[in-house]
């Protein structure tokens, strides 16, 4: 497959609104669309395809010399004015096989993603962590993105990036911006988020929290004074506590509690759901921000679990709510039926029940 037939594949799979684009030896190039994988008309996919595809995208000269050996690999493409793409390379039943990402050229603003008016506060704050949590493919790295907009357009501040690999693209506008991708400018998120705090930056995004040691840097990075933006695979907030405390070695939790209930400044947790109008998908979400009573129950393993009930109980205070309250403005906006807010509640006899309550 040569360039330009390649590129045509990605300028289509945009032009339908497509995520994701999927190339596979034995098989058509297929398109998610509104979350469901469609194949193309076009011819299968050959051995062939896929490396030359992969020549087309790998920058780094080591890896594509290694080429036959490669098991997997991430990077990012640009199609120069239509779209940027996160690249995951990997290998099935010995054939080379690509899934790319589309994203988009604008960052989006909280409006475009239907976010709550409360993720605003998020991004207000100038000092501490901030989590964005949820499975793959629910919409975090967008809604990272659009925090990291709106303090773009709003503070004149630093902002540093550190990216596996760069998605959107963020062009300086009241805010510096500096951008690094692991593997291109990095060696890896550690060694890069330790330089950070020599690079006098107010904000610092973190792609990922993987391990211990980002963890406990980011948690520094914090405590030191910055702003600092991560994600976490994990499904809501209550288990995003217990896996952040849960890395670290059993003699250190208690102090982690302490850290994390004097920096952590909020978590929102996303979920996916089909809307009722048009087949697309629409985010459901989990918001936490840190209260009096949320430090004592991270600083308690006793009160921990009783945080759903607290985000529910401050909603008009704090602007906290629980995915269930979060289904519910859904279906009573006409945007998810109810078969989906039960599928998607915490316990679907507890929501039908609240519900009917209301």
Same mark, same amino acid.
């Given at each position: 497959m040569n360039l330009e037939q390649f590129n045509k594949y990605l300028a289509g799979a945009v032009k339908v609104g497509a995520s994701d684009i999927h190339f596979k030896t034995g098989m058509p190039a297929a398109f998610r669309v509104k979350s469901q994988l469609l194949p193309t008309? =076009?011819?299968?996919?050959?051995?062939?395809?896929?490396?030359?595809?992969? *020549? %087309?995208? $790998?920058?780094?000269?080591?890896?594509?010399?290694?080429?036959?050996?490669?098991?997997?690999? !991430?990077?990012?493409?640009?199609? /120069?004015?239509? &779209?940027?793409?996160?690249?995951?390379?990997?290998?099935? *039943? =010995?054939?080379?096989?690509?899934?790319?990402?589309?994203?988009?050229?604008?960052?989006?603003?909280?409006?475009?993603?239907?976010?709550?008016?409360?993720?605003?506060?998020?991004?207000?704050?100038?000092?501490?962590?901030?989590?964005?949590?949820?499975?793959?493919?629910?919409?975090?790295?967008?809604?990272? &993105?659009?925090?990291?907009? %709106?303090? @773009?357009?709003?503070?004149?501040? %630093?902002? $540093?990036?550190?990216?596996?690999?760069?998605?959107?693209?963020?062009?300086?506008? *009241?805010?510096?911006?500096?951008?690094?991708?692991?593997?291109?400018?990095? &060696? !890896?998120? @550690?060694? /890069?988020?330790?330089?950070?705090?020599?690079? !006098?930056?107010?904000?610092?995004?973190?792609?990922?929290?993987?391990?211990?040691?980002?963890?406990?840097? &980011?948690?520094?990075?914090?405590?030191?004074?910055?702003?600092?933006?991560?994600?976490? %695979?994990?499904?809501?907030?209550? *288990?995003?506590?217990?896996?952040?405390?849960?890395?670290f070695p059993p003699e250190e939790q208690a102090m982690v509690r302490i850290r994390l209930a004097e920096n952590l400044k909020g978590i929102m947790s996303q979920r996916l759901v089909p809307r009722s109008d048009d087949g697309g998908m629409i985010v459901a979400t989990e918001l936490m921000k840190m209260n009096g009573s949320v430090e004592d129950a991270i600083r308690n393993p006793d009160l921990t679990a009783t945080i759903k009930d607290i985000m529910e109980r401050g909603r008009e205070q704090y602007g906290t709510m629980s995915f269930d309250q979060s289904l519910t403005d859904l279906y009573k906006g006409g945007l998810i039926s109810l078969q989906v807010a039960k599928r998607f509640s915490s316990n679907p006899s507890d929501f039908e029940r609240a519900l009917h309550f209301e």
């Open positions: 008309t =076009g011819p299968k996919i050959t051995p062939t395809d896929t490396e030359e595809i992969c *020549k %087309h995208i $790998i920058r780094d000269a080591e890896v594509l010399r290694n080429l036959k050996a490669l098991q997997d690999y !991430d990077t990012s493409y640009v199609l /120069a004015g239509i &779209a940027r793409f996160r690249v995951n390379i990997f290998r099935q *039943k =010995g054939f080379l096989a690509l899934v790319l990402r589309s994203i988009p050229d604008e960052v989006p603003s909280f409006e475009e993603l239907l976010l709550p008016p409360q993720v605003e506060d998020l991004a207000n704050y100038e000092q501490g962590l901030v989590l964005i949590t949820g499975a793959t493919g629910t919409g975090k790295s967008s809604t990272l &993105a659009s925090l990291i907009g %709106h303090i @773009n357009e709003n503070r004149a501040c %630093h902002i $540093i990036t550190i990216e596996d690999p760069i998605e959107f693209v963020h062009l300086d506008k *009241k805010s510096s911006v500096s951008q690094r991708e692991v593997g291109a400018d990095t &060696a !890896d998120f @550690n060694r /890069a988020l330790r330089a950070a705090l020599r690079q !006098d930056p107010d904000v610092i995004l973190v792609g990922e929290m993987r391990d211990l040691e980002t963890i406990d840097i &980011a948690l520094k990075a914090s405590e030191t004074g910055h702003m600092v933006f991560s994600t976490v %695979h994990t499904p809501d907030v209550s *288990k995003t506590i217990g896996r952040l405390i849960g890395v």
